[in-house]
Each structure stands twice: as C-alpha cells, then as structure tokens.
C-alpha cells in the first residue's frame, strides 16, 4: 500500500516552499486589480472587419488612453480596460475608434465601477471568506461530533483550506506580475467556489478515516488515516481529473471575461486535490502524534 501519510514531512516541505514564494510575491507585487476592485470601465468591443491588436493599442494611445488594457476576447473581439469614463466619453470614444480604425464597432459589454463601489467589494469579499471559513469549521467539528475531539478535525479542514487559498491567490499574484492577469469578482466566485470543492473533498477523506476508526483497522492512528486516504485516491483524482478536463476547456475556448474564474478554478482544484491527499489527514496525525512519529518508531525498534 501507498504510504502517503510516511512522506508528510516531504509534502508540508513542499507546500512551504510555495507559500513562502507566494508570501513574498505577494508582499513585493501583491495582486493586480481588475475594474471590481480598482474602478475603472470595461467593455468588449466587436469589430465588423479584422482589427489587429497593435493597431487597436495604437489607436488608443492616440486618443490619450495609454494606460488601456487591452486584450484578445476570441472571435476578434478585443476586452479594454480603462479608467472610469462617462457614458458621454465611452460613446465619444467609440465614434473615435470607428473614424480612426475604418470600421464598425459593436460594444457587447460595457460596466463601469466607482471607487466605493470597489471598496465595497473588496470589504464584502473579506468577509464572504471569513464567514465561510467559520461555518466549515462549526460544520465539521458538528458532522464528526462523535469522533473523539471533534473541533480537532474542523480546526484541521481549515488549515488545508487556507493552504488552498494562499496558493491561489500566491499563484495570481505571480501572474499579475509576470502576465498582468487582473483579480475581479468572478475571482472572488471562484475562490468561493474553491472553498467548496476543497471542503467537499477533504470530507470524503476524514469520512473514509472515520469509517476505519470504527471498524478498528489498526491500533496505530497513522496506519488508519493512510487507509483513509488510499481508499479515497481513486474517487478524488477521478473526480478531479474529469472536472480540470472541462475547466481546460473553458479557459482555452471561453472569453476573456471569465479567464480569472476559470483560472482560480483550475488552479484551486488541481491544489484541493493534492491538499486533500497530501495534507489534511496529515494534519491529523501531526497533531494526534508529531512528525516524525513513524521514524522515531523504527529508531526504537531497531
């Protein structure tokens, strides 16, 4: 049988490693902000001829928009990003694109967002977290109440949660700097969504622990928590394997608007799959018997 649970020491190495370069990216670069967090207005705009990408950043260079971000949508659409405009002026601007550029332009998305508005969402979205985060831990501290220390595994689930969170947002903070990949609020759905998915998966996990601490498998604690785990290999890399085939697709076929969503999908999932295998019932036994328990035993022995 696989011994996921011997290697701990190997995994908590490994997910340091990538916290600690997300921590500093983070405190170097931080994340870069989309419309939702930093005001500004987006639209996507439809071309009835063939627009190539520098001739549109060019063109808007000219009418004094060189801050615009400017993006491929599929299709020859194009997503452009600048700071908050009247209706007056994205209409204006429209005419002056069409004039400059030779062609017909269809504006299919258009919002803007405020400064308040964007502190708003940045508040809501903390708090969204932090709500969700207690009610996971009430929850499994409540489902495995029968379980001896109960609030032990939530407290466990959480920590695993938050080591998904800080690598997705680690991750995006890495690629704003490198990509200029934004952060807006399907972001913040996705990294909700990833709260989900991580829960649900570690919950099948600690189920499967659970279940052989009924039946008594072992006397050893560690023995029992890499049943758990190797019984739940098959089910969790099935699941999770098929759902990354279908978020693949949706960031190489779907629309630039929904890439950080997507984004923060598939990096969460491909992380909530090696957490829930890798880290979480590790936790438990870290904390039910230290790190480096099963070694200590085969010093003894020998």
Not at 166 to 177: E, K, M, N, Q, Y
Request: proline share 2%.
């Amino acid at each position: 049988m696989i011994d996921l649970v011997g290697k701990r020491n190997w995994f908590f190495l490994i997910s340091a490693i990538v916290i600690i370069l997300g921590i500093i990216s983070l405190a170097v670069f931080g994340l870069k902000p989309g419309v939702d967090f930093s005001s500004g207005t987006a639209m996507t705009l439809t071309f009835d001829k063939e627009v190539e990408l520098s001739q549109l950043r060019q063109e808007l260079t000219e009418l004094g928009y060189d801050e615009a971000v400017v993006q491929p949508a599929g299709g020859g659409d194009f997503f452009v990003r600048l700071p908050e405009i009247s209706a007056e002026e994205t209409t204006k601007l429209k005419e002056s694109l069409e004039t400059g550029l030779d062609t017909t332009i269809t504006t299919s998305s258009l919002y803007s967002v405020s400064p308040m508005v964007a502190k708003g969402t940045v508040r809501n979205t903390i708090i969204a977290v932090v709500v969700a985060s207690i009610g996971i831990l009430l929850y499994i501290s409540w489902a495995f109440r029968k379980m001896p220390k109960p609030i032990r595994w939530g407290t466990c689930a959480i920590i695993a949660l938050v080591h998904d969170l800080v690598i997705v947002i680690a991750v995006f903070s890495i690629l704003g700097w490198v990509a200029g990949v934004e952060i807006d609020a399907l972001f913040v759905t996705g990294v909700l969504a990833v709260v989900g998915i991580s829960v649900n998966n570690i919950v099948v996990v600690f189920d499967r622990i659970r279940e052989n601490l009924k039946r008594g498998v072992s006397r050893d604690f560690e023995v029992i928590v890499n049943y758990g785990i190797v019984e739940s290999l098959g089910r969790s890399l099935n699941t999770g394997l098929a759902t990354l085939f279908v978020i693949v697709a949706l960031y190489l076929l779907g629309g630039v608007t929904t890439h950080s969503l997507v984004l923060a999908l598939l990096i969460g999932i491909a992380t909530g799959i090696y957490c829930s295998l890798c880290i979480a019932g590790q936790l438990l036994v870290v904390w039910e018997k230290g790190f480096t328990s099963r070694q200590k035993a085969a010093t003894s022995t020998a």
